[in-house]
């Protein structure tokens, strides 16, 4: 993987404009690597540091692994939580399996199918698909533009 800074506090003076250019660097670098979406999304979660997501304070200290996962405390509330807690991948164990499953829904497969190309039970393939959807609308209510936006409305009777 490429240098992009020489010395690391550089990071630390970078404007929004700026950050947001070297969330795309670094995507294009994961995706040279071969690593995925999921993986950008825990570095995007830890690059902007860990708040806690009950009171939002950054006073929070690393408290131990569970199943090879650090775990954060909050010193402000007391609640233990990891840096996926709140995101749409907290409690997923196969990550692979995640993508895998995006990849099939977007494509407009069914629960079923979907569920038999990941190797995931009907179940799990049903909860994933709710979990997916309420993620995106979440992010659909927060969406903010930058620069030129151009917008066009159609209406039809």
């Known amino acids: 993987m490429k ?5 690391p506090t550089e ?16 995507y294009d670098e994961m995706i040279e690597e071969g690593k995925d979406v999921v993986d950008y999304q825990e570095l995007k979660a830890m690059s902007t540091g860990v708040l806690c997501p009950d009171c939002n304070s ?15 405390r909050c010193k402000n ?15 997923v164990h196969e990550k692979g399996k995640m993508l895998e499953y995006i990849k099939c829904m977007s494509a407009g497969m069914s629960l079923r199918e979907c569920a ?6 009907l179940t799990t393939s049903f909860f994933w698909r709710h979990r997916i959807l309420c993620a995106l609308q979440s992010f659909e209510d927060n969406v903010n533009f930058f620069g030129i936006v151009e917008l066009e409305e159609l209406l039809m009777n």
């Open 3 to 7: 240098k992009l800074f020489e010395n």
């Open 116 to 121: 038999r190309i990941a190797r995931i039970s």
């Open 58 to 72: 950054s006073h929070v200290i690393k408290n131990g692994l569970q199943s090879g996962v650090q775990n954060y």
């Open 11 to 26: 990071v630390f003076a970078l404007t929004k404009e700026e950050t947001r250019e070297l969330y795309d660097n670094l």
């Open 77 to 91: 509330c007391g609640r233990q939580f990891r840096v996926t807690t709140g995101t749409f991948m907290y409690g």
